[in-house]
T-cell receptor, first 114, second 111 residues
Framework: GAVVSQHPSRVICKSGTSVKIECRSLDFQATTMFWYRQFPKQSLMLMATSNEGSKATYEQGVEKDKFLINHASLTLSTLTVTSAHPEDSSFYIC??????????FGQGTRLTVV | RKEVEQDPGPFNVPEGATVAFNCTYSNSASQSFFWYRQDCRKEPKLLMSVYSSGNEDGRFTAQLNRASQYISLLIRDSKLSDSATYLCVVNAHTGRRALTFGSGTRLQVQP
């Protein structure tokens, strides 16, 4: 089946620095990718929809200047958490869908801001 | 009100037991329904799609009631390896094709 690769799987950064997370579709082209965030014992919450070649669509309450999304090619989307703070510590997961219904997820990135 | 609601559990059951999870969704325009499984600190993985006629995959049976906006998952003959969080997932087909997740129901199968 389709595979989505996400890295890094784990990152620890200092408060105020920026962190980039990459999400790649390995064997299919994904014109749309989705970025989710999951806090402990909570559900995955959609942050934004990443569209190849155009601006991302952000969900209400998600700061677009803080969570920069770039979808430069059909197989790569990146999420940059700028000026990270401890409250940004979370599990970030990307997802892509083919023309079928199933969604394929990256392995997730556990971000810890200290 | 959450778009997709699930009982968080945990459900603690012995091996071999039958366990059922329920889920309700608020958007009547929802078109696609799924159960995903998520292991601790891992990404979700598709367990099965849910169809109006109901569908079965081995020990797992899913049911959808559109009138009541209700989805269920039945697991028979529980195995230790079934221990995980089960996510009820809905796609409203609003054009974005993003999925809406319930908060998950945690299952712990005990020996």
């Amino acid at each position: 089946g389709a595979v989505v690769s996400q890295h890094p799987s784990r990152v620890i950064c200092k408060s105020g620095t920026s962190v980039k997370i990459e999400c790649r579709s390995l064997d299919f082209q994904a014109t749309t990718m989705f970025w989710y965030r999951q806090f402990p014992k909570q559900s995955l919450m959609l942050m934004a929809t990443s569209n190849e070649g155009s601006k991302a669509t952000y969900e209400q309450g998600v700061e677009k200047d803080k969570f920069l999304i770039n979808h430069a090619s059909l197989t790569l989307s990146t999420l940059t958490v700028t000026s990270a703070h401890p409250e940004d510590s979370s599990f970030y997961i990307c997802s892509a869908r083919t023309d079928e219904y199933e969604a394929f997820f990256g392995q997730g990135t556990r971000l810890t801001v200290v | 009100r959450k778009e997709v609601e699930q009982d968080p559990g945990p459900f603690n059951v012995p091996e071999g037991a039958t366990v059922a999870f329920n889920c309700t969704y608020s958007n009547s325009a929802s078109q696609s329904f799924f159960w995903y499984r998520q292991d601790c600190r891992k990404e979700p993985k598709l367990l099965m799609s849910v169809y109006s006629s109901g569908n079965e995959d081995g020990r797992f049976t899913a049911q959808l009631n559109r009138a009541s906006q209700y989805i269920s998952l039945l697991i028979r003959d529980s195995k230790l390896s079934d221990s995980a969080t089960y996510l009820c997932v809905v796609n409203a087909h609003t054009g974005r094709r993003a999925l809406t997740f319930g908060s998950g129901t945690r299952l712990q199968v005990q020996p």
